[in-house]
């Protein structure tokens, strides 16, 4: 059974930092690309980060980029979002996601920036 589980998200205020992780179960997680999209609320779900299956390339949705940062360990099954100076505009429902021929999905985790 593939499982994703997401977690570490929480209230945090402007120029905050959070740590999502994403831990995988129930399939090949080396052979998938991990991603981390979010959904603002009242807005579409919208792609934040990725990184392939080999070599950890990544690439960032322009909004974060320098402020973000993507990671997997292969070994441990996980891929985790280090998010830094966060704005409030970063809030929203946090959805890892894994894909190789079919693409998966964890629940989400939310994410609220605000003083």
């Known amino acids: 059974q593939v499982q994703l589980v997401e977690s570490g998200g929480g209230l945090v205020q402007p120029g905050g930092s959070l740590r999502l992780s994403c831990a995988a179960s129930?399939?090949?997680?080396?052979?998938?690309?991990m991603s981390w999209y979010r959904q603002p609320p009242g807005k579409e779900r919208e792609l934040v980060a990725l990184?392939?299956?080999?070599?950890?390339?990544?690439n960032y949705t322009d909004s974060v980029k320098g402020r973000f940062t993507i990671s997997r360990d292969n070994a441990k099954n996980t891929v985790a979002l280090q998010m830094n100076s966060l704005k409030p505009e970063d809030m929203g429902v946090y959805y890892c996601s894994a894909a190789f021929v079919v693409r998966y999905w964890g629940r989400g985790t939310q994410v609220t920036v605000s003083s």
């Open positions: 990184i392939l299956s080999a070599g950890g390339s990544t």
């Open positions: 129930g399939f090949t997680f080396s052979n998938y690309a």
